[in-house]
Nanobody, 113 residues
Framework: QVQLVESGGGLVQAGGSSRLSCAAS????????MGWYRQAPGKQRELVAS?????STNYADSVKGRFTISGDKNTVALQMSSLKPEDTAVYYC?????????WGQGTQVTVSS
């Protein structure tokens, strides 16, 4: 089992920055991929960024050049810059452990215009 605890988020003005962090705990060995998803009201959950245990990263086109994902052992962080109102959503930490998906409780990010 993998437990994910997120921190960060909140209210930020458009053009500002914010940082999300997520730590994995539990009895497991070797998380394959960690990442961040988001879900805005009335929309489907979508991938924002992910990073593999080997350090390969993947970003949604909408955040490329503005967001940076980083990981260290069983933690993952998302540095968000040049935030836009359309980035407003609940952000969820995700971990993939040998084919099983685990999710954090979600943290709200609200970008005011």
């Amino acid at each position: 089992q993998v437990q994910l605890v997120e921190s960060g988020g909140g209210l930020v003005q458009a053009g500002g920055s914010s940082r999300l962090s997520c730590a994995a705990s539990g009895r497991f060995f070797g998380i394959n991929t960690m990442g961040w998803y988001r879900q805005a009201p009335g929309k489907q959950r979508e991938l924002v960024a992910s990073i593999t245990s080997g350090g390969s990263t993947n970003y949604a086109d909408s955040v490329k050049g503005r967001f940076t994902i980083s990981g260290d052992k069983n933690t993952v962080a998302l540095q968000m810059s040049s935030l836009k109102p359309e980035d407003t959503a609940v952000y969820y930490c995700n971990a993939v452990h040998y084919g099983d998906d685990y999710w954090g409780q979600g943290t709200q990010v609200t970008v005011s215009s």
